[in-house]
């Protein structure tokens, strides 16, 4: 097993000359981050996870209990970056209207008007998304991938940037309708979050039990993050690593290839295609983050469990051994070459 972790750094001219954007993006993020700080205690996981989903024009799934500040966060974000943001809480009895919203007929002019729904938001938290049913899941989960709605007989675009934050409950818990694994895939992250440590939970305490809660001032704007994706974009990733993260992808779907024949049995699918293409976007995002105009291997290493752990399934006989996703996702990063 290799243990490095590093690839020399680029010295092509390109990442020469990206080195000062890089810089001034990344005193942009110190800001955003300052600013958001002001409200959020902790979860620096999940707040930079949002805004590499921002820039890397992904999607979010957050799985785990109520209360860890998901609504919060998000708001917080929206309301730091100057964009429009939406909630809507998915319930059994909800309809694809009550999401893309519908045309309602005016019988004074005879003619349909359009009532846009939540979705045409910038950030938008689908909370508890799996207590939804299906037509209404797809609803989203198409407006996600395509950017777009179709309402009568016109098609919509949705605002840029668009995000999408999504909770789910954990599935063994009555009356919820699990994700399809096709749908899933669709989410460029899945996290996991959780609780604060002590002394964070005592800052949360001091304020939020005041009366004022502290405001956040915009400091970027949505013109600001498409420019973080064209600099993101320019991030250059040596062709090793590109390797690497094909050799990555490709060991959750024939394990025994490179030396894990025991996960030959706890795999029931491996990761799809998307796995590669989101694994290569958010590493250049986290290179951006990073201050730093190069992807390493440890930049994959980093945001390799959050992009994969919904896209390898695991067999009954992985449960049976109390075995997660997680568990084989790292068993795999231990194992293959790092160049």
């Known amino acids: ?54 820039i890397a024009n992904g999607h979010i799934l957050v799985e785990g209990i109520p209360g860890l500040a998901k609504t919060t966060a998000i708001k917080t974000v929206a309301d730091a970056i100057h964009t429009g943001f939406s909630r809507i809480q998915f319930t059994p009895d909800l309809l694809p209207a009550d999401l893309i919203g519908t045309e309602i007929f005016r019988q004074k002019s005879h003619d349909f008007v359009l009532k846009k729904g939540p979705i045409f938001s910038n950030l938008l938290l689908a909370d508890e998304i ?17 950017r777009q709605v179709t309402i009568g007989d016109e098609t919509r675009k949705l605002p840029d940037p668009f995000l999408v934050l999504a909770t789910q409950n954990p599935i063994e818990q009555e009356g919820t309708y699990p994700l399809p694994e096709a749908q899933v895939d669709r989410f460029m992250l899945k996290l996991r979050v959780s609780y604060p440590d002590k002394v964070q939970e005592k800052e949360i305490m001091r304020r939020m039990a005041r009366r004022e809660r502290p405001e956040v001032e915009p400091v970027l704007t949505p013109e600001d993050i498409k420019a973080m994706r064209e600099v993101a974009d320019a991030i250059y990733l040596d062709e090793k690593v590109e390797d690497y993260i094909v050799e990555i992808v490709f060991a959750t779907r024939e394990p025994s290839l ?19 293409i989101y694994l290569a ?10 201050g730093r105009s190069y992807v390493t291997p440890q930049d994959v290493k980093t945001i390799g469990p959050d992009v ?23 068993e795999i990063f231990n194992t293959v070459d790092v160049p």
Not at 48 to 53: F, G, S, T, V, Y
């Open 1 to 54: 097993m290799t243990t490095a972790t590093t690839t020399t750094p680029a010295t092509t001219a390109g990442a020469r000359e990206l080195a000062p954007e890089i810089e001034t993006q990344s005193r942009q993020l110190d800001k955003l981050r300052e600013e958001i700080s002001k409200v959020m205690v902790g979860q620096t996981y999940m707040i930079d996870r949002i805004l590499m989903a921002l």
């Open 130 to 146: 799996n207590r939804a049913p299906a037509k209404v899941q797809s609803a989203l989960l198409e407006a996600m991938q395509e």
């Open 258 to 276: 490179y030396k894990l024949e025991k996960l030959d049995k706890l795999i029931e699918y491996g990761a799809s295609p998307r796995a590669t």
């Open 281 to 290: 976007q958010a590493a250049k995002v986290q290179a951006l983050m990073a």
């Open 308 to 330: 994969l752990r919904h896209r390898v399934l695991i067999s009954y006989e992985a449960e049976a051994q109390d075995l997660t996703s997680d568990d084989i996702v790292q």
